[in-house]
């Protein structure tokens, strides 16, 4: 990977992520929040989870997003019957026509590529939604006991809807945590709703152009890990984190409606994608409103609320919301 050495490449970078914003921006109408979020896990070097009701341009978005940048990218469209090696790829016995040897020769699968499009995840069983744990974790997979890596960079984006439950496997918390940010997508107001039905009732269709590299990305998901943040910024993430517990947490709140709470790769999520939120705004340092924005996506699928919690109502995000009203703020006046 080529340095960032000068201010120059900093901000030739930093204009590489707003154009990309910009052309992500001439395909979807509104979203914001949405498309922000997808932007800091691609920053951050995580994989998103995307969860929507049908017709909210979920697959587009993620499609635009390949789009705009120099990247290669498979979908996959998961189903019942999808099995791993669908996935992973599979051997294939071959001759060589110079000696009449037969050999077996690895063909990948459409998960090696740059971004993979993981499209209704929870529609395939979890034998087959394993098959996406060690390319998510590691960036390699292993088939035949040879092990193969992936292209960096890499990204998994996956998609699930919300309401139908006939034909759907719940991801598992081993398959959830993978996912960096769990990214709700809600309806678009009026307003948008109406640019929608205008721009995609005609005769014209917008496309994303390739604004980025793949190497600018790395080195951009490298000057993300160099943004700074304070001592005291770490501390109210660990106080968080471990307020989700509810073996070790003194809220009576959580310890009444919270089944399981996060898990160190959480505080690390929530740095990560603190840093990148920070960078794509211009900034190299964490703000206090940096966690506080990435906080839900990040503990969403990381908070497991239990039975009762469930029958009254209360989810992850609202014991994310207790959790951040109720957390002492940092002390430092550098936050």
Known sequence: MTAVASEQDVARLLGRLEALRTEIGRVIVGQHAAVDELLTAFLAGGHALLEGVPGLAK???????????HLTFRRIQFTPDLMPTDIIGTEVLEEDHATGKRFFKFNRGPLFANIVLADEINRTPPKTQAALLEAMQEAEVTHGGVTYPLDRPF???????????????????AQLDRFLLYIRIGYPTPEEEQA??????????????????????????????????????????????????????????????????????????????????????????????DLRAVAPPVLRHR?????????????ADTV????????????????
């Open 59 to 69: 697959t587009l978005m993620i499609r635009t997003l390949a789009d705009a940048v």
């Open 155 to 173: 990204f998994v984006l996956a998609t699930q809807n919300p309401i139908e439950q006939t034909g759907t496997y719940p991801l598992p918390e």
């Open 196 to 289: 929608i039905l205008a721009r995609t009732t005609g005769t014209k269709r917008a496309v994303a152009e390739p604004v980025i590299t793949a190497e600018e990305i790395v080195q951009a998901q490298q000057l993300a890990r160099e943004v700074l943040i304070t001592d005291a910024l770490l501390a109210w993430v660990t106080r968080l984190v471990r307020g989700t517990r509810p073996d070790d947490a003194a809220d009576a709140y959580v310890r009444e409606w919270v089944r399981w709470g996060a898990g160190p790769r959480a505080g690390q999520a929530l740095v990560l994608s603190a840093k990148a939120r920070a960078l794509l705004a211009g900034r190299f340092a964490v703000t206090f409103d």
């Open 303 to 315: 908070i497991l609320v239990n039975y009762r919690a469930e029958a009254e109502g209360i989810t």
């Open 320 to 335: 994310t919301s207790h959790l951040l009203r109720t957390t002492p703020e940092p002390r430092s006046p550098l936050v």
